[in-house]
């Protein structure tokens, strides 16, 4: 939420799918000019209305969209943690558009319509993460195990090409590795931290998604790739 620049209220910058907000009828650029009656002017004025009924209660936002006047109730709920937050937002969900990458090593392709019609496993990563480095050799394995059958194990990180091409040499990665300039992707997926995955369909919706490295969440992912590629 940001205070609106122009008039009264505070501008709704982005509503969390399965939030109470969002479950309410609360949508992204809506103007809340009251809660419960009562006029606020700044996020704090929100936040204040909203702890001060607590988890179970509800609330009443008047909120102004498209020149019109809504009213929307939202029942409060506990906040979630930021994973259950990248999970809520992208399950089920098109992936949102990926940032312009380049392309460092290994097959490719790095960009949709491109990867249309194949299972992706984004991996959100890092060359001096640990829990990264971790689970390296697990997508490398599925890339050797289902890249003929459609899957394509995409790892992207911010850092400078010639920092991950050194890193893709040194270790024998064969999937693809990609650099994000913007570093804009963790903030189009909602990822929490490093590393943070996300697996998508062939028709580019995310049917999981994972953060850290953890053997079992590694298996579910194996089993689900597995699925996902026998799928039309």
């Known amino acids: ?20 907000a969002a479950k309410g009828g609360v949508f992204d650029g809506d103007r809340i000019l009251k809660v419960d009656g009562a006029s606020v002017a700044s996020p ?13 209660g509800s609330v009443v936002l008047e909120v ?27 399950v089920g969900e098109k992936l949102p558009n990926l940032p312009p990458l ?29 829990p990264c480095l971790q689970l390296g050799p697990y997508y ?3 890339h050797a195990k289902y890249g003929n059958a459609g899957l394509t194990v995409l790892a992207v990180s ?19 590795v990609a650099a994000d300039p913007s570093d804009l992707l963790p903030v189009r997926l909602s990822a929490p931290a490093l590393p943070s995955s996300v697996l998508v ?7 999981d998604v994972a953060v850290g490295f953890e053997l079992g969440q590694v298996k579910r992912t194996e089993q ?6 026998k799928e039309p």
């Open 1 to 20: 939420m940001e205070k609106a620049k122009a008039g009264v209220g505070v501008v709704v910058l982005h509503a969390v799918r399965g939030s109470p």
């Open 44 to 56: 704090a004025d929100v936040s204040a209305k909203v702890v001060a009924k607590g988890v179970g």
């Open 64 to 90: 102004l969209r498209g020149g019109k006047l809504a009213s929307v109730t939202a029942t409060l709920v506990a906040r979630p943690s930021p994973e259950a937050i990248f999970r809520m937002e992208l």
């Open 102 to 130: 380049k392309l460092v090593s290994g097959p490719g392709p790095v960009s949709y319509p491109k990867l249309d019609g194949r299972v992706v496993l984004l991996d959100l990563f890092a060359t001096w993460c640990g």
């Open 140 to 142: 490398h394995a599925f």
């Open 158 to 176: 911010p850092e400078d090409v010639p920092i991950l091409s050194g890193w893709s040499t040194k270790n024998g990665v064969g999937y693809t």
């Open 201 to 207: 369909d062939k028709h580019g919706i995310v049917r």
């Open 224 to 229: 689900l790739i597995q699925a996902l590629v």
